[in-house]
């Protein structure tokens, strides 16, 4: 049976703004299934959806790059791997979007996954190579511990939190409740 | 009330007062946790979460120390902290030794960002840290300063740590030896104390001895000192004779200085001031005192205090000062103290300012911190550091007497020409060293014994050994105008460090009145 038009047009669009950036919640996103797209509009739309995951992977890990060789001190280096993490739930709602099949889902979650550890192979190679510049060891050393201590694959682990308590108005004037603790 | 109780009752108030940013700074990061649960299980918090992020174990609840999430890095634990200060009020989230938050940087800035959001649900940050926080945390909140175990806190460390033992190892210790133990161990960490009770254990058995061992022990644990240098004792340092009244001086400040002074108002002793005549056994004396009290020597090198730039003299002093306060007990000798604190006028003020300092610690200090100092030209110093009540007494060592320098001949001969000297060879050394310092005597002695040792032990003769003794030129007779001055000025204002008056005729014109001299046997 044909679904309607619209659910294309949902999803069409919805990778569009969300490939810009947008933080719009794939979970609201209606249910796909090949069986309801021609051949080769489904195909169509899986190439948005990987073009979507790569346009902000590809966001994702130019400002990692740059947040880093950036960051002045290894505090700031540790929170640009951590707001690195931050954006990575984000992407993998995508790709385990529970309006697409599960073989799709899996397989995109797979892609992503691997993009993820992929990344941190490239961050520890580049501190590696750090020596070979010049870098003290001291540095490099202090910077291979930092990168471990944050490692943008714990992600992958169910239990990760990110993010969440930082969003509080920064402009709301505390009030403080004693109680006689 | 001790720091550790004060320190609580600080922290008690805070967490209370949900002050949204808390500083613990202390440099036994155990001792500090432990007073920070302590506040947690209280009954009277039971609802309110509480929990402790290390670089070791990662983020844990503080209670039951179930961990709260797997990322261990610093940074998700503050995103778990944001987590909870936003979605629950009352929440408590212990760092321990985060970064370093002594400036502005990243981290300092971060931390206080985490807590104006503890602020604004009554959440709570804090920080266990050794090093002060910048100055822009620290406006954010209070701060609780938790100082090195006093005796009191001690006493109950040692005592518990007996109590373990009990029956494991025979312990002689009776509760008098366990406070005397708890004063020597004052300023080390708990956990150093501990380590070193565990070391008496380990031999077998906990004697009275061991009490003065203690102060060995603990100097070993001060490996790297600032400022101060640490002398190492010869055996040759370990007697000394002569001093009588010297050394009945010290005896009595050596009861003092190991005493309990609790529920008294008296002070550990301060020290002692030695002039007198170049190379009669001043510095040797601060040596004797280390060797027979048995507490470590540290010398203070004034001259190497002194430094090029504004302020740096200051800082080099006190960080020494809080040393020596550190490792007592000790002996701390400052050998030649007008070298450093001489120069009153001299326009920069440095040597006023110093000289202020080392008198306002000399005065307020109650560490047992036994200062010996030495000095061959008293006129120079400050009148401010003679004066009573500054060091405990002012001993003035003159030339050796007859006796004396029989005594010091013997002595010296037996060590480097290895045998006993004839009686009547030396009578008449003792006639031709009159006016010798105890050094001039060791010096043509030990010309003998080198001989002995090129030509060996048949090429001694009595005739060599008068003619060395003739050959010496001690200062008194070189420099005579200084060394009377020096004798002249000792005679009127210290008390003399030798065993009784000598007559005019010993001495020669102007002699003194009393005198001492000082014998250091093997």
Known sequence: MWITGGHYQAWSAFLQQWGDGSPADPATLPRLEPADLAGDTWERLMNQI??????????????????????????AAARALDHARWGLPPIRALA??????????????????????????????????????????????????????????????????????????????????VSPH | MSNYAESAKDLDSYISARVPLIGVRSIEQTRAL?????????????????????????????????????????????????????????ATVVFVDPEDLSDDNTASRHVAELARLADANSGSVVIVTDSPLWSGLERLGMSVN?????????????VEFLRDHHGVVPIAWSEQDARTAAEFLVGVPEG???????????????DKDDVQRLAEFKDKHFGS?????????????????GLTSLRAWLR????????DLRGTDLRPPRGVLLVGVPGCGKSLSAKAISAEWRLPLYRLDLGAILGQYVGQSEGRLREALDTADRVAPCVLWIDEIEKGLAGMNDSTGVSRRLVGQFLFWLQESRHRVFVVATSNDVRSLPPELLRKGRFDELFFVDLPDTGDRHEIIEMYYRRYVRQDPAPELVDKLVGLSEGFAGSDIESALHEVGEQIFLNGPQSLRPEF??????????????????????????????????????????LGPGAARSRRVVVFGD
């Open chain 2, 252 to 259: 009595r400040k050596q009861r003092i200085i190991s005493a």
């Open chain 2, 465 to 506: 050994v008068i003619d060395t003794f003739t050959n010496t030129f001690p200062l008194s007779r070189t420099n005579p105008e200084q060394i009377e001055e020096i004798r002249a000025w000792g005679r009127d204002r210290a008390v003399p460090a030798g065993r009784s008056p000598v007559s005019a005729t010993d």
């Open chain 2, 225 to 241: 000192l600032s400022g101060l240098e640490r002398v190492k004792l010869k055996p040759a340092d370990t007697e000394v004779g």
């Open chain 2, 34 to 90: 432990r007073l920070v649960k302590q506040m947690a299980v209280n009954p009277r918090r039971a609802s309110l979460p509480f929990w402790v992020y290390t670089r070791a174990t990662g983020l844990r609840d503080l209670r039951t120390n179930a961990p709260a999430q797997e990322d261990r890095s610093l940074t998700g634990a503050m995103d778990f902290a944001a987590q909870q200060f936003t979605n629950r009020a009352q």
């Open chain 2, 192 to 206: 150093t104390a501990i380590n070193v009770m565990a070391t008496l254990v380990a031999k077998g058995s906990v």
């Open chain 1, 50 to 75: 990987t073009a979507a995951l790569d346009r902000r992977l590809t966001t994702w890990s130019d400002t990692l790059s740059r947040e880093l060789s950036n960051a002045p001190d290894e505090f």
């Open chain 1, 96 to 177: 385990a979007a529970p309006g697409l099949p599960e073989a799709v889902s899996t397989r995109l979650t797979e892609l992503v996954d691997n993009q993820i550890r992929s990344t941190q192979d490239q961050i520890d190679e580049q501190v590696r190579r750090m020596r070979h510049r010049g870098v003290s060891s001291t540095a490099v050393e202090a910077r291979l511990r930092t990168v471990r201590e944050n490692p943008l694959t714990a992600v992958l682990s169910q239990s990760h939190a990110t993010r969440g308590g930082w969003d509080a108005d920064p402009t709301v004037t505390p009030r403080r409740r």
């Open chain 2, 146 to 158: 938790l100082d090195l175990p006093d005796s009191g806190e001690m006493y109950e460390v040692i």
